[in-house]
Structure formats: structure tokens, C-alpha cells
């Protein structure tokens, strides 16, 4: 019977309170094996009020300019962010300007695209203005698109719509769900 009073004490009491004791005692050696595997992203360069001048054959072509830039360069898919924003100015041939504003934006170096969020405007030298809160931006094949909310405005027409895709030279437009009135 003593025994039998043993192996019940065993185990409802001395078993349940050594495995507590034993995951008490490895709980800050399994915190560290568990960061073992975890890669910490952690950009390879920070610039602070950056100032991108691209130039071509001697001509301005764009003027990149935001607070903060982090490059993250050193990863399998890298990339470059821009966290407080930017706001680009482009050039034509003709010396012509449009600008690009936002307050966030990411650029993937192996894809090509572009993803810029937050109030995103863009304002052509025509003055063509194109206003959503998310626009991707191809930049191999020098194409915009969403399938945001967006307001587009030409000459005093205005059209609002979800969903468009243009030429970054806003001479072809695909819209999609759209409703305005707009004169041709």
C-alpha cells in the first residue's frame, strides 16, 4: 500500500513539479536557440535627407528627394525603401517637369517595380494630375498602375474611378471602373 501511496504521489505531485522545474530552467536557452534561426532585418545603409540627382548624357533626367532612405540591398529579393516618403521631379527632353509625390515608398531592385503608398500624386508640366492611395510603377516598361480608388484630373475634367493603368506619359490610359464626366 505504501508503495502504491508512493507512485500516486509520483505522479500527480513530483512528476507534474519536475517538468515545471526542468522547462523553467531551459526557457532562456530555448529563447536563444529560437533567435538562432531568425534573420534580423536590419538594412545594409541608412541616408538621411537624400538627394538623388539621374542624369543622362549630361542632362538632368530626375531629382529623387526624400527624409529618409534604408537600403536593404543585402537580402535574397532586395530592396530600397523610403519610409517618411518622397517626392520626385522628372524631366522630359524638352527640360519640361512633372512631379511624383508620396508618403511611402519601396523600390525592388530584381523586379523592377516600384510600389509607392499614402497620398501618391502624380502632376504632369500639362498640368494632368493623378491622385490614388496606392500606385505601382513598372520601370522597364515606364508603366503606372492600381487597382486603388483614384481621382484623375485633365483640363478641368475630372474622373474618378478604381483601377487604371497609363504610359508614364499619361498618353494611354486604361481605366477601369470609372464615372466622371469627361470631355473628348
Known amino acids: 500500500m505504501q508503495f502504491a501511496l508512493f507512485k500516486i504521489i509520483f505522479r500527480k505531485v513530483m512528476l507534474p513539479v519536475a517538468a515545471t522545474l526542468f522547462f523553467i530552467s531551459c526557457e532562456s536557452n530555448f529563447n536563444e536557440v529560437r533567435k538562432i534561426n531568425v534573420t534580423e532585418l536590419n538594412p545594409v545603409g541608412e541616408a538621411q535627407d537624400f538627394d538623388l540627382k539621374y542624369t543622362d548624357s549630361g542632362k538632368i533626367k530626375a531629382v529623387l528627394v526624400s527624409p529618409q532612405m534604408l537600403d536593404y540591398s543585402h537580402l535574397d529579393f532586395p530592396y530600397t525603401e523610403f519610409p517618411k516618403g518622397i ?46 492611395e496606392q500606385l505601382y510603377y513598372d520601370q522597364k516598361n515606364e508603366w503606372f498602375f492600381t487597382q486603388k480608388n483614384y481621382k484623375f484630373t485633365d483640363k478641368g475634367n475630372v474622373i474618378n474611378g478604381e483601377g487604371i493603368d497609363f504610359s508614364k506619359d499619361f498618353k494611354h490610359l486604361d481605366t477601369q471602373k470609372i464615372n466622371g464626366v469627361y470631355s473628348l
Open 87 to 132: 517626392k520626385v521631379t522628372i524631366y522630359d527632353e524638352n527640360g519640361n517637369q512633372s512631379f511624383v509625390t508620396s508618403n511611402y515608398a519601396i523600390s525592388y531592385s530584381v523586379s523592377n517595380l516600384i510600389d509607392l503608398r499614402g497620398q501618391v500624386t502624380i502632376t504632369t508640366h500639362e498640368g494632368k494630375k493623378l491622385e490614388t
